[in-house]
C-alpha cells in the first residue's frame, strides 16, 4: 500500500502501522523525487555546517489544501531538527500561504548576517507526485510487510 494523504490522526495513524505488520506500506506525505533530493541535501550541508544561522520553511498550496502547514513542510522541519547535531540552527520557522493555481513551492532559507542560503522544490503539476507514486507502487509489492520511508526506495537506485 502506497499512502500520500496528510491530516491523519493518531488513531488513524495508529491503524495504518498496525496494518504494516500485515503489508507492505509507505507513507509519505509528498512522493516528488525533488523533495526527497531537497531533504537529502539539507541533510549534507547541516552536517558540513559550523555557522549559526536561521531557519525559515516557506511552503505555498493551492487555497483547497487544508492542513496548515502542509506535511511536507512538517517533514522539512523534522529532517533539519535532526540533521542539526551541533545546535546550530537558532530559530526555526514554518510559513505557510494558500494562493490560486499553485500545485506545491517549499523553500528552506538558511540566513545569518552573512549568508543567505536556499532550498528549493517548485511542483509544476501534480504529476511529479503521481511519478513518484507510480514508481514505488511498482517496487512495494515485493517488500516484506512492515513501514517504509522513501529512503527505502529512492536510496536504493
Given at each position: ?36 533530493i ?96 507510480i ?18 526506495f529512492?536510496?536504493?537506485?
Open positions: 500500500m502506497v499512502i500520500g494523504t496528510t491530516g491523519f490522526n493518531q488513531a488513524e495513524l495508529s491503524a495504518i502501522k498496525e496494518a504494516s505488520k500485515k503489508i507492505p506500506i509507505l507513507l509519505a506525505f509528498n512522493m516528488s523525487k525533488g523533495i526527497f531537497i531533504k537529502k541535501s539539507i541533510q549534507d550541508f547541516l552536517e558540513s555546517n559550523n555557522n549559526k544561522l536561521n531557519c525559515t520553511i516557506e511552503e505555498v498550496h493551492h487555497t483547497e489544501k487544508v492542513d496548515s502547514p502542509s506535511g511536507t513542510a512538517l517533514e522539512l522541519k523534522k529532517v533539519i531538527e535532526i540533521a542539526d547535531i551541533a545546535n546550530n540552527i537558532l530559530s526555526l520557522n514554518i510559513e505557510s500561504k494558500r494562493v490560486e493555481d499553485v500545485f506545491g513551492i517549499h523553500k528552506v532559507i538558511f540566513s545569518s548576517d552573512s549568508d543567505y542560503i536556499e532550498f528549493k522544490h517548485e511542483a509544476l503539476s501534480r504529476k511529479v507526485f503521481a511519478e513518484g507514486a514508481e514505488i507502487s511498482k517496487l512495494i509489492s515485493s517488500k516484506s510487510p512492515k513501514m517504509y520511508d522513501l529512503e527505502d529512492f536510496n536504493a537506485e
